[in-house]
């Protein structure tokens, strides 16, 4: 018998499973198992996957409340990354902690600058095509995806400029989509 002639016994799935196979089917299935378990044991013991919370919102909502976030709280304006000739706020969250950050073609709006020590909540949306967050050099990955609005938790220990970069291919200028996040 080959792969490519037909099987010899038709009926070959009514032939009882060896005992080999079952052995391997169990270890297999313990395995899986494992790794369920291990999901949720690195959740709460380990530094993977961050407790977000996510929620629906529209682009044009999140945009104005970026907007009304830095209008209310810039403290200086740089030079934009990817583009110099262009102008971009350092917005400075108020007390209570609640930052906007905005994903889109192809920059990351605006420069947050932060206080070690302090908890913020940072609002990720993406007001055009999906995009990703990834804060260098610390490892923390976050799909920003225009229409749901991720509030993430996070208390920066340690002074240093932080770099975010995309890492979801969205188009020709995908590699400079770049961002930054100042810690004092
Ligand atoms: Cu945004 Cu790649």
Redesign the pocket.
């Known amino acids: 018998m080959s792969a490519i002639l037909p099987p010899s016994e038709r009926l070959w799935w009514k032939t009882p499973i060896s005992g080999q196979e079952w052995a391997w089917i169990g270890i297999a299935f313990v395995w899986a198992m494992v790794m369920f378990v291990m999901m949720v044991y690195w959740h709460i013991n380990g530094k993977q996957n961050l407790s977000n919370e996510v929620y629906k919102t529209t682009t044009e909502m999140f945009q104005a409340k970026t907007d009304a976030f830095v209008k209310e709280n810039t403290i200086r304006t740089e030079d934009s990354l990817a583009n110099p000739d262009l102008k971009m706020p350092v917005v400075k969250p108020n007390d209570k902690g609640e930052a906007f950050l905005l994903?889109r073609l192809?920059s990351w709006y605006p420069i947050l600058e932060l206080e070690a020590g302090k908890t913020y909540k940072i609002h990720l949306s993406s007001v055009d095509y999906n995009?990703?967050f990834s804060l260098q050099p610390t490892n923390i990955n976050i799909q920003v995806i225009p229409g749901y609005e991720h509030v993430v938790k996070m208390t920066p220990t340690k002074a240093g400029t932080y770099a975010i970069v995309?890492n979801?291919?969205?188009g020709i200028g995908?590699h400079t989509?770049l961002g930054r996040i100042y810690v004092k």
């Open positions: 994903g192809w995009h990703g995309c979801e291919y969205c995908h989509m």
